[in-house]
């Protein structure tokens, strides 16, 4: 399994935008699915957005026309940009990849450190 480093998190004012990258260590042109998740302090890990091989995305209610998740299979990098952030978007946010079932259920055992986005009011 290829090694997963987020990075890109940051301090933005409400309304701001980042982009937030997954760099894998290996090709990720197989990998069937791909995640962006995050977690609040005191909630549980959720799946925020999801891209498949073939390119198909998915996203959480609370993001949808927000945030847009991309792939670059020649980079091995998967891209989560998050616009017109709200103070709600704060959180640590983490990225890993697998089959579907595992994206969608984040039923991983492993996980990077993750990139921590803190949007202000």
């Known amino acids: 399994q290829a090694q997963l480093a987020e990075s890109g998190g940051g301090l933005v004012q409400a309304g701001g935008s980042l982009r937030l990258s997954c760099a894998a260590s290996?090709?990720?042109?197989?990998?069937?699915?791909m995640g962006w998740y995050r977690q609040a302090p005191g909630k549980q890990r959720e799946l925020v957005a999801a891209i498949l091989s073939g390119g198909l995305t998915k996203y959480a209610d609370s993001v949808k026309g927000r945030f847009t998740i991309s792939r670059d299979n020649a980079k091995n990098i998967v891209y989560l940009q998050m616009n017109s952030l709200r103070p709600e978007d704060t959180a640590a946010y983490y990225c890993?990849?697998?089959?579907?079932?595992?994206?969608?259920?984040?039923?991983?055992?492993?996980w990077g450190q993750g990139t921590q986005v803190t949007v202000s009011s």
């Open positions: 890993n990849a697998g089959r579907l079932t595992e994206v969608v259920t984040g039923d991983f055992s492993s």
């Open positions: 290996g090709s990720i042109f197989m990998v069937q699915a």
